[in-house]
Protein backbone atom coordinates (compact mmCIF):
# COMPACT_ATOMS: atom_id res chain seq x y z
CA UNK A 1 0.00 0.00 0.00
CA UNK A 2 1.31 3.32 -0.64
CA UNK A 3 0.87 6.78 0.58
CA UNK A 4 2.15 10.37 -0.25
CA UNK A 5 1.92 12.29 2.22
CA UNK A 6 1.40 16.11 1.67
CA UNK A 7 3.44 17.53 4.43
CA UNK A 8 2.85 21.73 2.97
CA UNK A 9 -1.36 21.08 3.65
CA UNK A 10 -2.53 22.29 6.61
CA UNK A 11 -4.28 18.83 7.41
CA UNK A 12 -2.53 16.99 9.78
CA UNK A 13 -0.64 13.87 8.38
CA UNK A 14 -2.64 11.34 10.87
CA UNK A 15 -5.67 12.74 9.29
CA UNK A 16 -4.49 12.58 5.73
CA UNK A 17 -3.75 8.79 6.31
CA UNK A 18 -7.00 8.06 7.94
CA UNK A 19 -8.66 9.38 4.68
CA UNK A 20 -6.23 7.42 2.57
CA UNK A 21 -6.79 4.06 4.22
CA UNK A 22 -10.36 4.83 4.82
CA UNK A 23 -11.15 5.07 0.74
CA UNK A 24 -9.12 2.75 0.38
CA UNK A 25 -11.26 0.02 2.65
CA UNK A 26 -14.48 1.78 0.97
CA UNK A 27 -12.81 0.81 -1.91
CA UNK A 28 -12.46 -2.74 -1.52
CA UNK A 29 -8.56 -2.49 -1.92
CA UNK A 30 -8.34 -3.16 2.03
CA UNK A 31 -10.85 -6.40 2.17
CA UNK A 32 -13.09 -6.74 5.25
CA UNK A 33 -11.23 -9.25 7.59
CA UNK A 34 -7.51 -8.11 6.12
CA UNK A 35 -5.23 -7.85 9.37
CA UNK A 36 -2.96 -4.67 9.06
CA UNK A 37 1.01 -4.81 9.98
CA UNK A 38 1.95 -3.78 13.37
CA UNK A 39 2.10 0.23 13.67
CA UNK A 40 5.80 0.17 13.79
CA UNK A 41 5.82 -1.34 10.48
CA UNK A 42 3.25 0.36 9.15
CA UNK A 43 4.91 3.23 9.80
CA UNK A 44 8.60 2.35 7.93
CA UNK A 45 6.58 1.04 5.02
CA UNK A 46 4.43 4.50 4.68
CA UNK A 47 7.35 6.75 5.47
CA UNK A 48 5.22 8.37 8.20
CA UNK A 49 6.16 8.14 12.25
CA UNK A 50 4.71 5.42 14.24
CA UNK A 51 2.88 8.15 16.47
CA UNK A 52 1.05 9.28 12.86
CA UNK A 53 0.25 5.39 12.55
CA UNK A 54 -1.46 5.34 15.33
CA UNK A 55 -3.26 8.57 15.70
CA UNK A 56 -5.02 7.20 12.31
CA UNK A 57 -5.61 3.78 13.73
CA UNK A 58 -7.43 4.74 16.61
CA UNK A 59 -9.41 7.18 14.51
CA UNK A 60 -10.29 4.48 12.02
CA UNK A 61 -11.24 2.28 15.08
CA UNK A 62 -13.47 4.72 16.53
CA UNK A 63 -15.19 5.04 13.24
CA UNK A 64 -15.80 1.49 12.75
CA UNK A 65 -13.13 1.07 10.07
CA UNK A 66 -10.86 -1.16 11.76
CA UNK A 67 -11.41 -3.34 14.46
CA UNK A 68 -9.13 -4.50 17.28
CA UNK A 69 -8.79 -7.85 18.55
CA UNK A 70 -6.83 -8.46 21.69
CA UNK A 71 -3.21 -10.36 21.64
CA UNK A 72 -3.97 -10.73 17.57
CA UNK A 73 -3.64 -6.96 15.67
CA UNK A 74 -5.76 -4.96 14.05
CA UNK A 75 -8.49 -5.39 11.27
CA UNK A 76 -10.18 -4.29 8.60
CA UNK A 77 -14.06 -4.37 9.20
CA UNK A 78 -15.95 -6.93 7.61
CA UNK A 79 -19.34 -6.21 5.91
CA UNK A 80 -18.88 -2.71 5.53
CA UNK A 81 -20.71 -1.47 2.15
CA UNK A 82 -18.53 -1.23 -0.62
CA UNK A 83 -17.85 1.50 -3.95
CA UNK A 84 -15.68 0.20 -5.78
CA UNK A 85 -13.04 2.86 -7.86
CA UNK A 86 -14.63 3.72 -11.19
CA UNK A 87 -18.80 3.35 -10.43
CA UNK A 88 -20.16 6.63 -11.93
CA UNK A 89 -23.66 7.98 -10.48
CA UNK A 90 -25.43 6.62 -13.82
CA UNK A 91 -24.86 3.07 -11.60
CA UNK A 92 -27.11 4.07 -8.46
CA UNK A 93 -29.86 5.27 -8.02
CA UNK A 94 -30.26 9.23 -7.99
CA UNK A 95 -31.99 10.56 -4.80
CA UNK A 96 -34.55 12.64 -5.30
CA UNK A 97 -35.39 15.98 -3.93
CA UNK A 98 -39.07 17.23 -2.88
CA UNK A 99 -41.59 18.62 -4.98
CA UNK A 100 -41.12 21.65 -2.86
CA UNK A 101 -37.27 21.76 -3.84
CA UNK A 102 -38.25 21.76 -7.52
CA UNK A 103 -40.18 24.90 -7.28
CA UNK A 104 -37.69 26.84 -5.85
CA UNK A 105 -36.29 29.31 -8.77
CA UNK A 106 -32.26 29.18 -9.39
CA UNK A 107 -30.67 31.89 -8.06
CA UNK A 108 -30.16 35.26 -10.23
CA UNK A 109 -26.75 36.78 -7.61
CA UNK A 110 -26.09 33.48 -5.77
CA UNK A 111 -23.51 35.57 -3.42
CA UNK A 112 -25.55 38.52 -2.58
CA UNK A 113 -22.68 40.85 -4.16
CA UNK A 114 -24.90 42.84 -6.96
CA UNK A 115 -23.77 46.41 -7.86
CA UNK A 116 -24.42 48.76 -5.24
CA UNK A 117 -24.34 50.94 -7.94
CA UNK A 118 -26.77 53.76 -9.29
CA UNK A 119 -29.87 52.99 -10.13
CA UNK A 120 -29.79 49.53 -8.13
CA UNK A 121 -33.53 49.57 -6.60
CA UNK A 122 -33.81 48.82 -2.94
CA UNK A 123 -30.18 49.63 -1.49
CA UNK A 124 -29.97 51.82 1.25
CA UNK A 125 -26.48 54.09 1.84
CA UNK A 126 -25.07 51.82 3.74
CA UNK A 127 -22.24 54.67 4.81
CA UNK A 128 -25.07 56.49 6.90
CA UNK A 129 -25.24 53.54 9.64
CA UNK A 130 -24.57 54.93 12.93
CA UNK A 131 -21.63 52.21 13.21
CA UNK A 132 -20.62 54.27 16.46
CA UNK A 133 -23.49 54.24 17.91
CA UNK A 134 -24.27 51.06 16.85
CA UNK A 135 -21.02 49.10 18.04
CA UNK A 136 -21.61 50.85 21.73
CA UNK A 137 -25.40 49.31 22.00
CA UNK A 138 -24.36 46.44 20.65
CA UNK A 139 -21.06 45.57 22.56
CA UNK A 140 -23.60 46.10 25.75
CA UNK A 141 -25.33 42.78 24.76
CA UNK A 142 -22.98 40.07 22.98
CA UNK A 143 -22.37 38.83 26.55
CA UNK A 144 -25.75 39.59 28.03
CA UNK A 145 -27.08 36.61 30.29
CA UNK A 146 -30.64 37.50 28.90
CA UNK A 147 -29.23 36.64 25.16
CA UNK A 148 -27.44 33.04 26.07
CA UNK A 149 -30.70 30.82 25.92
CA UNK A 150 -32.60 29.74 23.39
CA UNK A 151 -35.73 31.95 24.05
CA UNK A 152 -38.82 32.26 22.54
CA UNK A 153 -38.93 31.54 18.52
CA UNK A 154 -41.02 34.21 17.61
CA UNK A 155 -38.64 36.79 18.74
CA UNK A 156 -36.13 38.40 21.48
CA UNK A 157 -39.43 39.72 24.08
CA UNK A 158 -37.83 43.27 24.58
CA UNK A 159 -37.27 43.75 21.04
CA UNK A 160 -40.99 42.70 20.23
CA UNK A 161 -42.30 44.87 22.33
CA UNK A 162 -39.96 47.57 21.36
CA UNK A 163 -41.54 47.30 17.28
CA UNK A 164 -44.94 46.96 18.74
CA UNK A 165 -44.04 50.84 20.47
CA UNK A 166 -42.51 52.13 17.29
CA UNK A 167 -44.64 50.77 14.64
CA UNK A 168 -48.31 52.25 16.65
CA UNK A 169 -46.27 55.34 16.83
CA UNK A 170 -45.07 55.98 13.24
CA UNK A 171 -47.16 53.59 11.04
CA UNK A 172 -50.51 53.51 13.40
CA UNK A 173 -50.56 49.26 13.28
CA UNK A 174 -52.33 47.95 16.52
CA UNK A 175 -51.92 44.87 18.35
CA UNK A 176 -49.10 44.38 20.28
CA UNK A 177 -45.73 42.64 21.67
CA UNK A 178 -47.46 39.37 21.54
CA UNK A 179 -48.17 39.45 17.88
CA UNK A 180 -45.41 40.21 16.58
CA UNK A 181 -43.27 37.46 14.93
CA UNK A 182 -39.20 38.40 14.29
CA UNK A 183 -38.23 36.66 11.37
CA UNK A 184 -34.48 36.78 8.79
CA UNK A 185 -35.68 38.99 6.73
CA UNK A 186 -38.86 40.05 4.31
CA UNK A 187 -38.43 36.54 2.09
CA UNK A 188 -38.16 34.51 5.43
CA UNK A 189 -41.41 36.31 6.32
CA UNK A 190 -43.37 35.93 2.78
CA UNK A 191 -41.88 32.13 3.06
CA UNK A 192 -43.53 31.44 6.35
CA UNK A 193 -46.83 33.38 5.73
CA UNK A 194 -47.19 31.41 2.44
CA UNK A 195 -46.13 27.93 4.35
CA UNK A 196 -48.81 29.07 7.32
CA UNK A 197 -51.79 29.93 4.87
CA UNK A 198 -51.92 28.31 1.48
CA UNK A 199 -52.28 24.72 0.54
CA UNK A 200 -51.01 23.04 -2.96
CA UNK A 201 -53.67 24.52 -5.26
CA UNK A 202 -55.01 27.68 -3.35
CA UNK A 203 -55.05 31.19 -5.31
CA UNK A 204 -52.84 34.34 -4.34
CA UNK A 205 -54.01 37.44 -6.04
CA UNK A 206 -50.62 39.58 -6.33
CA UNK A 207 -50.02 43.16 -7.80
CA UNK A 208 -48.94 43.06 -11.41
CA UNK A 209 -46.09 44.24 -11.47
CA UNK A 210 -44.60 43.22 -8.71
CA UNK A 211 -41.74 41.85 -5.86
CA UNK A 212 -40.78 38.53 -7.74
CA UNK A 213 -39.64 37.14 -3.98
CA UNK A 214 -43.19 36.53 -3.05
CA UNK A 215 -44.37 34.77 -6.28
CA UNK A 216 -41.64 32.40 -5.56
CA UNK A 217 -42.85 31.96 -2.05
CA UNK A 218 -46.22 31.18 -3.20
CA UNK A 219 -45.47 28.95 -5.92
CA UNK A 220 -42.53 27.27 -3.55
CA UNK A 221 -46.10 26.76 -1.29
CA UNK A 222 -48.00 25.16 -3.98
CA UNK A 223 -49.84 28.23 -4.30
CA UNK A 224 -51.31 29.66 -7.93
CA UNK A 225 -50.71 33.43 -8.67
CA UNK A 226 -53.42 35.24 -10.03
CA UNK A 227 -51.98 38.65 -11.14
CA UNK A 228 -53.80 41.70 -10.51
CA UNK A 229 -53.07 44.98 -12.94
CA UNK A 230 -52.81 48.22 -11.44
CA UNK A 231 -54.40 51.40 -12.28
CA UNK A 232 -53.72 55.59 -10.61
CA UNK A 233 -54.75 54.02 -6.73
CA UNK A 234 -52.77 50.64 -7.12
CA UNK A 235 -54.08 47.03 -6.57
CA UNK A 236 -57.68 46.96 -8.79
CA UNK A 237 -59.89 45.61 -6.26
CA UNK A 238 -62.26 44.50 -8.76
CA UNK A 239 -60.16 42.52 -10.86
CA UNK A 240 -59.34 40.44 -7.54
CA UNK A 241 -60.59 37.13 -8.04
CA UNK A 242 -63.29 35.95 -5.03
CA UNK A 243 -61.39 32.49 -4.67
CA UNK A 244 -58.32 33.63 -3.50
CA UNK A 245 -56.90 32.47 -0.12
CA UNK A 246 -54.21 35.37 0.55
CA UNK A 247 -53.55 38.87 -1.45
CA UNK A 248 -50.15 40.55 -1.61
CA UNK A 249 -49.51 44.62 -1.49
CA UNK A 250 -47.25 47.21 -1.19
CA UNK A 251 -49.49 49.80 -0.50
CA UNK A 252 -47.93 52.71 0.93
CA UNK A 253 -44.79 52.36 -2.04
CA UNK A 254 -46.01 49.80 -4.41
CA UNK A 255 -43.05 48.01 -5.66
CA UNK A 256 -41.94 48.84 -8.59
CA UNK A 257 -44.24 51.52 -9.64
CA UNK A 258 -43.97 53.40 -6.24
CA UNK A 259 -47.93 54.11 -6.71
CA UNK A 260 -49.77 54.96 -3.27
CA UNK A 261 -52.97 52.80 -2.51
CA UNK A 262 -55.22 55.91 -1.12
CA UNK A 263 -58.02 55.09 1.53
CA UNK A 264 -61.26 54.33 -0.50
CA UNK A 265 -58.82 51.53 -2.53
CA UNK A 266 -57.58 50.25 0.87
CA UNK A 267 -61.41 50.20 2.32
CA UNK A 268 -62.31 48.45 -0.81
CA UNK A 269 -59.44 46.21 -0.39
CA UNK A 270 -60.44 45.42 3.27
CA UNK A 271 -64.03 44.52 2.26
CA UNK A 272 -63.00 42.16 -0.44
CA UNK A 273 -60.38 40.15 1.90
CA UNK A 274 -63.62 39.50 4.44
CA UNK A 275 -66.26 38.50 1.73
CA UNK A 276 -63.68 36.29 0.13
CA UNK A 277 -62.63 34.80 3.43
CA UNK A 278 -58.71 35.54 2.59
CA UNK A 279 -55.92 37.20 4.57
CA UNK A 280 -53.83 40.58 3.17
CA UNK A 281 -50.14 40.50 3.32
CA UNK A 282 -49.05 44.51 3.89
CA UNK A 283 -45.44 44.42 2.77
CA UNK A 284 -44.91 47.83 3.70
CA UNK A 285 -40.74 47.31 3.05
CA UNK A 286 -39.74 51.15 2.66
CA UNK A 287 -43.42 53.34 4.19
CA UNK A 288 -40.19 55.18 6.79
CA UNK A 289 -39.19 57.25 4.18
CA UNK A 290 -41.50 59.86 3.24
CA UNK A 291 -40.72 63.00 1.83
CA UNK A 292 -44.31 64.42 0.85
CA UNK A 293 -47.41 65.28 3.02
CA UNK A 294 -48.31 63.14 5.53
CA UNK A 295 -48.40 59.27 5.22
CA UNK A 296 -51.67 56.92 4.87
CA UNK A 297 -51.17 54.60 8.19
CA UNK A 298 -50.23 50.91 7.77
CA UNK A 299 -53.52 49.19 6.22
CA UNK A 300 -53.18 46.67 9.42
CA UNK A 301 -54.42 49.72 11.40
CA UNK A 302 -57.88 49.06 9.77
CA UNK A 303 -58.41 45.53 10.19
CA UNK A 304 -56.03 43.74 12.43
CA UNK A 305 -57.76 40.55 11.78
CA UNK A 306 -57.06 40.34 8.07
CA UNK A 307 -53.80 42.21 7.59
CA UNK A 308 -50.55 40.29 8.20
CA UNK A 309 -48.09 43.01 8.24
CA UNK A 310 -44.03 43.07 7.07
CA UNK A 311 -41.70 44.80 8.33
CA UNK A 312 -37.92 45.03 7.67
CA UNK A 313 -34.74 46.96 9.15
CA UNK A 314 -32.93 46.13 5.72
CA UNK A 315 -33.91 49.60 4.07
CA UNK A 316 -34.35 51.43 7.22
CA UNK A 317 -30.54 50.41 8.43
CA UNK A 318 -28.57 47.66 6.64
CA UNK A 319 -29.37 44.84 4.53
CA UNK A 320 -26.96 42.12 6.20
CA UNK A 321 -28.70 42.25 9.51
CA UNK A 322 -31.41 39.90 8.47
CA UNK A 323 -34.01 40.80 10.33
CA UNK A 324 -37.62 41.57 9.67
CA UNK A 325 -40.77 41.20 11.43
CA UNK A 326 -44.98 39.88 11.03
CA UNK A 327 -47.30 41.28 12.81
CA UNK A 328 -50.03 38.80 12.82
CA UNK A 329 -53.55 38.59 14.08
CA UNK A 330 -54.62 37.07 17.14
CA UNK A 331 -56.03 33.63 15.14
CA UNK A 332 -52.74 33.11 13.56
CA UNK A 333 -50.29 33.57 16.63
CA UNK A 334 -50.00 30.05 18.29
CA UNK A 335 -49.92 28.23 14.73
CA UNK A 336 -47.10 30.94 13.84
CA UNK A 337 -45.20 30.62 16.91
CA UNK A 338 -45.36 26.51 16.07
CA UNK A 339 -43.89 26.68 12.81
CA UNK A 340 -41.03 29.17 14.13
CA UNK A 341 -40.44 26.25 16.93
CA UNK A 342 -40.39 23.59 14.59
CA UNK A 343 -37.99 25.42 11.81
CA UNK A 344 -35.99 28.42 13.72
CA UNK A 345 -35.06 29.88 16.47
CA UNK A 346 -34.88 33.12 14.73
CA UNK A 347 -32.52 35.39 14.60
CA UNK A 348 -29.47 35.60 16.89
CA UNK A 349 -30.28 36.41 20.27
CA UNK A 350 -27.40 38.55 21.12
CA UNK A 351 -28.83 40.61 17.73
CA UNK A 352 -31.94 40.81 18.77
CA UNK A 353 -31.18 42.15 21.90
CA UNK A 354 -28.98 45.38 20.47
CA UNK A 355 -31.81 46.01 18.15
CA UNK A 356 -34.58 46.41 21.12
CA UNK A 357 -32.11 48.72 22.89
CA UNK A 358 -31.04 51.17 19.54
CA UNK A 359 -34.95 51.12 18.74
CA UNK A 360 -35.93 51.55 22.46
CA UNK A 361 -33.42 54.07 23.10
CA UNK A 362 -34.48 56.37 20.14
CA UNK A 363 -31.53 56.03 18.36
CA UNK A 364 -33.56 53.94 15.24
CA UNK A 365 -36.01 56.87 14.90
CA UNK A 366 -32.88 59.19 15.12
CA UNK A 367 -31.06 57.50 12.38
CA UNK A 368 -34.72 57.24 9.96
CA UNK A 369 -35.24 61.29 10.18
CA UNK A 370 -31.09 61.77 9.04
CA UNK A 371 -31.47 59.30 6.78
CA UNK A 372 -35.13 60.77 5.13
CA UNK A 373 -32.83 64.07 4.65
CA UNK A 374 -30.59 62.94 2.96
CA UNK A 375 -32.75 60.20 0.28
CA UNK A 376 -35.05 63.46 0.16
CA UNK A 377 -32.70 65.11 -1.26
CA UNK A 378 -31.00 63.02 -3.19
CA UNK A 379 -35.01 62.09 -4.35
CA UNK A 380 -34.91 65.60 -5.62
CA UNK A 381 -31.26 65.47 -7.56
CA UNK A 382 -32.84 62.54 -9.78
CA UNK A 383 -36.11 63.85 -10.35
CA UNK A 384 -34.54 66.91 -11.42
CA UNK A 385 -32.08 65.88 -13.61
CA UNK A 386 -34.52 63.26 -15.01
CA UNK A 387 -36.68 66.45 -15.96
CA UNK A 388 -33.86 68.37 -17.06
CA UNK A 389 -32.46 65.74 -19.61
CA UNK A 390 -35.33 63.14 -20.33
CA UNK A 391 -38.37 65.19 -19.69
CA UNK A 392 -39.76 64.64 -22.70
CA UNK A 393 -39.33 61.55 -22.94
CA UNK A 394 -40.11 59.83 -19.00
CA UNK A 395 -42.65 60.43 -16.54
CA UNK A 396 -41.61 59.67 -13.15
CA UNK A 397 -44.08 58.25 -10.78
CA UNK A 398 -43.65 57.37 -6.88
CA UNK A 399 -41.43 59.77 -5.67
CA UNK A 400 -42.95 60.51 -2.94
CA UNK A 401 -41.88 57.76 -0.59
CA UNK A 402 -39.24 54.84 -0.24
CA UNK A 403 -36.03 54.59 -1.93
CA UNK A 404 -36.73 54.56 -5.78
CA UNK A 405 -38.80 55.89 -8.39
CA UNK A 406 -40.68 54.62 -11.64
CA UNK A 407 -39.19 56.29 -15.18
CA UNK A 408 -42.10 55.45 -17.37
CA UNK A 409 -41.21 55.41 -21.02
CA UNK A 410 -43.23 54.52 -23.94
CA UNK A 411 -40.42 52.60 -25.81
CA UNK A 412 -39.05 48.88 -25.13
CA UNK A 413 -37.80 49.54 -21.81
CA UNK A 414 -35.74 46.01 -22.06
CA UNK A 415 -33.70 47.28 -24.58
CA UNK A 416 -33.01 50.72 -22.69
CA UNK A 417 -32.27 48.66 -19.55
CA UNK A 418 -29.72 46.50 -21.53
CA UNK A 419 -28.11 50.16 -23.39
CA UNK A 420 -28.39 51.47 -19.81
CA UNK A 421 -26.05 48.59 -18.56
CA UNK A 422 -24.07 49.23 -21.55
CA UNK A 423 -23.20 52.73 -20.27
CA UNK A 424 -22.75 51.38 -16.76
CA UNK A 425 -26.32 52.00 -15.12
CA UNK A 426 -28.02 49.76 -13.36
CA UNK A 427 -31.72 50.76 -14.28
CA UNK A 428 -33.80 47.54 -14.51
CA UNK A 429 -37.13 47.43 -17.15
CA UNK A 430 -40.18 47.75 -15.25
CA UNK A 431 -41.58 45.24 -17.90
CA UNK A 432 -39.33 42.41 -16.54
CA UNK A 433 -41.37 42.97 -13.10
CA UNK A 434 -44.75 41.92 -14.68
CA UNK A 435 -46.16 38.34 -15.26
CA UNK A 436 -48.60 39.93 -17.87
CA UNK A 437 -46.03 40.20 -21.22
CA UNK A 438 -48.18 43.20 -21.80
CA UNK A 439 -47.50 44.91 -18.19
CA UNK A 440 -46.17 48.92 -18.15
CA UNK A 441 -43.20 50.15 -19.85
CA UNK A 442 -40.59 51.97 -17.59
CA UNK A 443 -36.83 51.91 -15.85
CA UNK A 444 -37.15 51.26 -12.02
CA UNK A 445 -34.48 53.78 -10.40
CA UNK A 446 -33.12 53.43 -6.51
CA UNK A 447 -31.86 57.16 -5.86
CA UNK A 448 -30.07 56.21 -2.53
CA UNK A 449 -27.04 54.82 -2.89
CA UNK A 450 -25.23 57.87 -4.33
CA UNK A 451 -25.17 61.46 -3.19
CA UNK A 452 -26.71 64.23 -5.76
CA UNK A 453 -23.73 64.48 -8.00
CA UNK A 454 -23.00 60.98 -8.34
CA UNK A 455 -27.02 60.93 -9.40
CA UNK A 456 -26.28 63.48 -11.89
CA UNK A 457 -23.58 61.78 -13.89
CA UNK A 458 -25.70 58.62 -13.77
CA UNK A 459 -28.73 60.30 -15.29
CA UNK A 460 -25.84 61.98 -17.89
CA UNK A 461 -24.95 58.75 -18.86
CA UNK A 462 -28.69 57.15 -19.04
CA UNK A 463 -29.62 59.67 -21.10
CA UNK A 464 -27.28 58.36 -23.99
CA UNK A 465 -29.13 55.06 -23.28
CA UNK A 466 -32.39 57.36 -25.00
CA UNK A 467 -29.75 58.55 -27.97
CA UNK A 468 -28.50 55.44 -30.59
CA UNK A 469 -26.12 57.73 -31.77
CA UNK A 470 -23.83 57.83 -28.60
CA UNK A 471 -21.61 53.91 -28.81
CA UNK A 472 -21.78 52.98 -25.21
CA UNK A 473 -18.57 51.93 -23.66
CA UNK A 474 -17.02 48.89 -23.21
CA UNK A 475 -18.16 47.75 -19.68
CA UNK A 476 -19.87 44.71 -18.09
CA UNK A 477 -23.92 44.85 -18.14
CA UNK A 478 -25.53 44.13 -15.34
CA UNK A 479 -29.31 43.78 -14.81
CA UNK A 480 -32.17 43.26 -11.82
CA UNK A 481 -35.89 42.31 -12.09
CA UNK A 482 -35.87 41.37 -8.32
CA UNK A 483 -35.97 43.44 -5.46
CA UNK A 484 -33.00 43.08 -3.02
CA UNK A 485 -33.35 40.54 -0.68
CA UNK A 486 -34.81 42.05 2.62
Same mark, same amino acid.
Given at each position: ????????????????????????? @?????????????????????? *???????????????????????????????????????????????? &???????????????????????????????????????????????????? &?????????????????????????????????? *???????????????????????????????? @??????????? @???????????????????????????????????????????????????????????????????????????????????????????????????????????????????????????????????????????????????????????????????????? *???????????????????????????????????????????????????????????????? &??????????????????????????????
Amino acid at each position: MSFFPDRDSPVALHRQLATHLRDAI @LHGELAGGTRLHASRALAQQLG *VSRNTVTQAVDQLVAEGYLETRTGAGTYVAAGLPLRPRGATVADEAPP &RLSMRARRYPPLDDPDGSGPPALFRPGVPDLTLFPDAVWRRVANRWLDAPAT &RGYGDPCGYRPLREALATHLRQTRGVTLGADNVV *VVEGTRAALALIADMTLDPGDVVAVEDPGYAA @LRDAVVAAGGT @LAPVPLDDDGFDVARAPRAAQLAYVTPSHQYPTGVVMDLRRRLDLLAWARSAGAYVIEDDYDAEFRYDGAPLPALQGLDDARVLYVGTFSKTLVPGLRVAWIVVPDALVDAFAAARATVSGGPAYPLQAALAAFVADGHFALHVRRASAHYRDRRDALVGALERRLGG *VVRVQGAATGLHVAARVEADDVALAETAAAHGVVAPALSRYALDLHGPAGLVLGFAAGGPAAIA &RAVERLAHAFEPRHPPPSVNRTSTERRPGA
